[in-house]
């Protein structure tokens, strides 16, 4: 947990890895699309499991959480508290990626308010630096919360640099979420070394991409994300807790 491209190239490298479930979370997509591509890329030596990172708040204030086990869509873009409501109402499990990173992360006070809706944190994501790491690992435990490691891979080479190793099984979409929802016993694991952290280091470089042109893309060349609350698909569902 979690990736944000799939293709043969990152499904040859999960394998190699010794990957069993990939989750796999783009930004922006549709549940349905996700869904469709995610069961092309199944088979008998690797589950991928759709899910969505949702982005709450604005621009400026943006809180993402990561839903696992979603039944229908839920918009980008809407207040905190309406996407928290769509997972409970889904039964979906709710994970805390990059915590207290940045200005698009839960911050531990958040975190802490909501512990008893949060089923996972992120305590391992291998796109950010060690201290960055410590402090979500510090929040975990100041919480008791479990957590989950993510190559949270944008570029192929990461995938399976972090990974979560559950003492049970997860052959299914469902029982992935049953594992995060009840706390079941895993521990989060990485790589190490210098192409580890060289690994690591080019998916960090890739955030000033997202951040600079990736983004003025999408705010002014593009119009409306396709997970835009104001969409027709979500046919006025979430017009009252829209940000925008």
């Not at 990059?98 to 944190?121: C, G, K, Q, Y």
Request: glycine residues 6%; proline residues 5%.
């Amino acid at each position: 947990m979690h990736v944000k491209i799939l293709n043969d190239e990152v499904v040859s490298r999960a394998k190699r890895r010794g990957i069993d479930v990939l989750v796999y979370a783009p930004h922006f997509t549709r549940l349905p699309e996700i869904r469709r591509t995610a069961a092309n890329y199944t088979d008998d030596d690797l589950l991928v499991v759709p899910a969505r990172e949702l982005f709450t708040g604005d621009w400026n204030n943006r809180r993402h959480l990561l839903a696992v086990g979603l039944s229908e869509p839920v918009a980008d873009f809407i207040t905190f508290e309406a996407a928290m409501a769509e997972c409970d109402r889904q039964g979906a499990a709710v994970v805390v990626p990059h915590p207290s990173f940045m200005n698009v992360s839960l911050t531990w006070p958040e975190i802490r308010a909501h512990a008893a809706r949060i089923d996972a944190i992120e305590t391992y994501n291998a796109k950010l630096f060690p201290h960055q790491n410590r402090r979500g690992q510090r929040i975990a435990a100041d919480l008791d919360i479990p957590g989950v490691g993510s190559s949270y891979a944008h570029l192929p080479s990461t995938v399976g640099e972090a990974w979560t190793l559950f003492e049970t099984d997860s052959d299914s979409e469902d029982a992935l979420v049953e594992a995060l929802k009840t706390a079941a016993p895993r521990r989060v694991q990485h790589r190490s070394g210098i192409g580890h952290r060289a690994r690591s280091g080019l998916e960090f470089s890739h955030l000033l991409y997202e951040n600079t042109w990736e983004k003025v893309d999408r705010l002014l060349l593009s119009g409306d994300e396709p997970t835009h609350p104001r969409n027709l698909v979500y046919e006025g569902r979430f017009d009252d807790v829209s940000v925008y």
